[in-house]
């Protein structure tokens, strides 16, 4: 297999004081793998509870509301389309992106079912029942196996393929999916 050794760009390129959308665009998305594993964290511990932790449980519903569903977009209308255009063809990267697609998919689908189950479970003020927790803990496992290929491939992809153009154009998808300014991105200089 041969392929073509692609420029590596720093994150300076992209980068902006602060942790905020106008840094590099993979470690924001290194950030929102780590927060998505958080919150795996909080729906085994509320799965496993006797007793309800009310914060624990808001703090869940707070990350599989907001954080995971803007991750899981980020990754499915800009991470994944700019990898499989950067693939180099006629190898396994295509068929390993499809894979990890369908990863993705399948978390993405069990959020409402999550979300809708924790919300419950605070209303009621009562952990999950038996069936319930073996829903979360389902749930989770489907998180876990996407987040664990997000960690282990595709970022070390994205920094070895992305090219700093592509980098660019992540950041302002990420910056108008998190409300902040696009215009104070211009290509070619750092905000």
Known sequence: ???????????????????????????????????????????????????????????????????LPRHLRDTTEDLLPLLRRRCPSGDGLAR?????????????????????????????????????????????RRLRRYLMAGKAILLPLARSLLTARDRQTLCLRLQERRGTDPGRFRRGSAP
Not at 36 to 56: F, Q
Not at 103 to 126: E, H, K, M, Q, S
Request: charged content about 25%.
């Open 96 to 140: 390993s992106l499809a894979r990890i697609g369908n990863d993705l998919d399948l978390a993405r689908d069990g959020l409402p079912d999550l979300c809708n189950l924790v919300a419950r479970c605070l209303g009621t003020g009562c952990p999950p029942t038996v069936p319930d927790a073996v829903t979360l803990a389902c749930g989770t």
């Open 1 to 67: 297999m041969t392929t073509t050794a692609r420029p590596q760009s720093s994150c300076s390129e992209v980068r902006s004081t602060g942790p905020d959308p106008r840094s590099c665009p993979l470690d924001i998305i290194a950030g929102d793998l780590r927060r998505a594993r958080k919150v795996c964290e909080d729906l085994d511990a509320i799965s496993g509870s006797e007793t309800l932790d009310p914060d624990l449980t808001r703090q869940a519903l707070r990350g599989l509301r907001t954080d």
